[in-house]
C-alpha cells in the first residue's frame, strides 16, 4: 500500500511540476510579446531586439504615418500555444483602419491637394483624428526557441493598420 501511495505522489508532483512548467513558458511568451507591442507603442527604437533575425539592426525607425499608427495600437493577449520548436501568442491587435482612411481621403470631393506631400499631410492630420475607423487584427505571433518574434506579413499589416494589406489588394487589382 506504502509503494501506491509513493507511486501516487510522484506521478501527482511530476504533473504539477509540468504544470508549472508549461504554465511559466506560457507566461515568458506573454510577457515578451507584451514588452514588444508596449515597445513598439511607445516608438522605442530599440523595440528590433525583441524579432528575431534581426542580429545586426536592432533599431526601428518611426516616420511618419508609422509613427501615428504605432501610437494608435491597442492590443489583447487571448492565448498562448506552446510547441517543441515554436511558439504562438495569439493576440487581438486593434489599430486605424488604413485603407477606410486612405479610400476617404481620395474620395473626397471637396479636397484641396497640389502635391503628393500634401496628399501626405492631409493622410497623417486624418490619421490623427478624435474619431478615425479602427479594425481589429486577429495575429498570431510566432516565437522561435530564444523567445524572438517572427515579423509576419500578418504582424506587419496589424501593426501598419492594414497597410501592407490595402497596398498588396490595390496593386493585384483586388481593392475590396
Known sequence: MRKTIKKYLLIGGLSIFLLCACSSKEK???EKVKAFLMAYQEQDINCGKYLAGNQEVE????EGF???LAESIKF???SVEVNED???VNVVI?????GRVYDGLVSSEDLQIDTTGDIILELEKRLREK?????????SIKMDKEQKIEMTSELSNALLGGYTQYIYELTEGGVK
Open 131 to 139: 474619431d478615425v475607423p479602427k479594425r481589429e487584427f486577429e495575429v
Open 66 to 68: 508609422q509613427a501615428i
Open 86 to 88: 515554436y511558439d504562438i
Open 28 to 30: 515568458q511568451c506573454q
Open 59 to 62: 533599431t526601428v525607425q518611426f
Open 76 to 78: 489583447e493577449i487571448e
Open 94 to 98: 486593434t489599430n486605424v483602419d488604413f
